[in-house]
């Protein structure tokens, strides 16, 4: 329920701040985005460079750099996720709490990059998990990343608390946890998880 | 097992016995719980029953792996008994794509081994096919080389003492230094190749595009003030008390170890061993600068992170010397082709003095377009083996430590 902007303002100028919940919960929500600290591979450093004084993300309130999943609300994952990591890159973001959120950020973590030929790396996590926000680039400069943020900001202030337009995490029935792929015959099974990534059809 | 039977009686063996059986027992519990909801995890702490000696890993999920490496490490309480390094982690199939590409298509791969150095990665492979293929580089092209070299060597010494003290809790203050140097040369890169990390820039027989005077004055201003940093980065660092009592005798190398396994680089030198490629080998034109070899004697952290330090300044008088005297001329062998490249059948094999030790390319030719093999000799892999060696009746949070400033780069280690 959105408030009269005029009234809003007309209110302002008596002293009177007026707001809904909605807005005060996604205010705070994306104003402290807490990112894990996990890197994978050479996007890992640009996403350093971005904390780093030059490009200084806690402007946006991002700069706690979690070591445990449980603190974090936000997994980076910036680098190649190759298959003997992807189970743990799945089963860490099962460890996040809700409301969590991920940037596949590089390449590499959106499709395999330029090592996609190969045979131990993974074409793209969003087989196996929600991602929120794809940042292309080779590796991506840290201010793809700051963007990526703003987007990812944007999505947070959008969310209703309520009714059909809700998010994953306000919905009882959405899943919270995906399976954790495990090393079969020849790749890892299963091939992507049900319901976050549609498999396209091969027209011949 | 020889180490098992060193550990004396501890006193307190009873309750490390009892806990290690609390852990067995909550760890069936939790794989029981697992298992019932479909769940296949393997338990982080294998307890042992002899002597309450505790297993556990260390990573690939750790903030203090520099990327994604295992360590399983047997403690007995605080002591580290055993060491096993797990790679493998970020294997990415870099030579088996290089042997299905041609020579030049795996320049761009070569940049991705260690991200932190891509311009010498790059240099260490065109010096492979230039052997290969008999070409000569231009003298511009040599320096233009040579300072690229350097200026990555200067960045990348600064980041590896920079994570090193991350890693020792100085959170934030001295990468930060360390970085915001580093962005500065990045700056020069980009203005150069177009790119800040991955920059793509070395070409057979010499570079892609010339400097320009601008840019040599842009970096002529950067080594100027380069001085200035290494001596607050070391006011801030060298005799810092903390510092100090975390790295003197911690991990320790002895030269004959040092040497039997192979280590180079600032690992090397900091047992004291004289042995520097670019001494040894006078690859491109190291043999025109006049500049000295820091060597450590105790082979520890803190003369690991010393030899950097005094690298860097080397480093400094390097640059300073090739930018007084790079030549006008051309910065590629005309008589190079790049396209429809095929070398005779044979094989090279070229090494520079990376950063981080001797990195090597090894190369051989059928006379098609593409390399019949091709092999990397990484440093950080072959540093690495001596961890457990350098790891063994220190604490838990020495391991941290003694790993960081081994200065490893998971992209060049699993390739
Ligand atoms: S996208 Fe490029 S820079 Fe990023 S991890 Fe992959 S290869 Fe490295």
């Known amino acids: ?204 | 097992m020889s180490t098992f039977e060193t550990i004396p009686e501890s006193t307190s063996q009873t309750s490390a016995e009892h806990l290690a059986e609390r852990l067995s027992k909550s760890i069936t519990a939790a794989a029981e719980a697992d298992r019932r909801e479909g769940w296949n995890r393997p338990p982080v702490f294998l307890p042992e029953s002899e002597n309450g000696v505790l297993e556990v890993a260390m990573g690939p999920h750790h903030p203090s792996t520099h990327g994604v490496f295992r360590m399983d490490v047997s403690v007995d309480g605080e002591r580290v008994i055993r060491l096993k390094p797990v790679f493998g982690y970020l294997h990415r199939n870099h030579e088996k794509i290089a042997e299905g590409t041609a020579y030049l298509a795996s320049m761009p791969y070569t940049d991705r081994l260690d991200y932190f150095c891509s311009l010498t990665n790059n240099w260490a492979y065109a010096l492979a096919v230039e052997k290969l293929a008999g070409i000569q580089v231009p003298e511009r092209a040599e320096y233009i080389r040579v300072i690229l070299a350097e200026l990555t060597r200067i960045q990348n010494h600064a980041a590896a003492v920079g994570f090193l003290l991350q890693d020792m809790g100085a959170s934030g203050t001295p990468l930060m230094y360390a970085f915001r140097e580093r962005e500065k040369i990045l700056d020069l890169f980009e203005q150069l190749t177009g790119s800040r990390m991955m920059c793509n820039y070395m070409r057979f027989g010499g570079c892609r595009v010339d400097v320009t005077d601008a840019w040599l004055d842009r970096a002529r201003r950067l080594v100027a003030g380069m001085p200035q940093f290494v001596d607050e980065f070391e006011a801030l660092l060298t005799t810092n008390e903390i510092l100090m009592v975390r790295c003197q005798g911690i991990g320790a190398l002895k030269p004959d170890l040092a040497v039997n396994a192979g280590v180079t680089g600032p690992m090397l030198r900091a047992t004291g061993v004289n042995y520097d490629l670019r001494k040894v080998d006078h690859y491109g034109i190291y043999d025109r600068f006049k500049f000295r070899i820091p060597l450590g004697d105790h082979g520890d952290v803190y003369d690991r992170y010393m030899v950097r330090i005094l690298e860097i300044r080397e480093a400094v008088h390097i640059l300073e010397q090739a930018l007084k005297e790079i030549p006008a001329g051309p910065i590629m062998d005309p008589k190079t082709k790049l396209r429809g490249f095929r070398p005779k059948p044979g094989e090279a094999y070229g090494r520079i003095e990376a950063p981080k030790g001797e990195l090597g390319f090894y190369l051989i030719s059928d006379g098609g377009s593409n390399p019949y093999r091709y092999r990397v000799r990484p440093p950080s892999m072959i540093n690495l083996t001596v961890l457990e060696d350098m790891c063994l009746g220190h604490n838990v949070a020495d391991v941290v430590v003694i790993l960081g400033s081994v200065d490893i780069v998971l992209g060049e280690v699993d390739r």
């Open chain 1, 1 to 204: 329920m959105a408030i009269d902007q005029e009234l809003k303002i007309e209110m302002g100028k008596q002293g009177v701040f007026v707001t809904t919940i909605q807005e005060l919960y996604n205010w705070g929500r994306r104003s402290s985005v807490w990112p894990m600290q996990f890197g994978l591979a050479c996007c890992a450093i640009e996403m350093i460079a971005t904390t780093m004084a030059r490009y200084d993300l806690a402007r946006f309130g991002a700069e706690v750099f979690r070591p445990s999943p449980r603190q974090a609300d936000l997994m980076i994952v910036a680098g190649t996720v190759t298959k003997k990591m992807a189970p743990q890159v799945v089963r860490l973001y099962n460890q996040m709490a809700e409301p969590k959120y991920v940037i596949a950020m590089g390449a590499c973590a959106i499709s395999g990059g330029p090592f996609k030929q190969g045979y131990n790396v993974l074409k793209g996590i969003d087989r196996y998990m929600p991602v929120d926000v794809h940042i292309p680039g080779c590796p991506p400069r840290p201010e793809a990343l700051i963007q990526a943020f703003m987007t990812l900001q944007k999505k947070i202030d959008s969310h209703h608390l309520t009714g059909e337009g809700r998010p994953r995490y306000l919905d009882p029935d959405a899943p919270g946890e995906f399976k954790v792929p495990e090393p079969g015959e020849h790749d890892l099974e299963p091939a992507s998880n049900q319901g976050v990534w549609p498999v396209p059809v091969v027209i011949r």
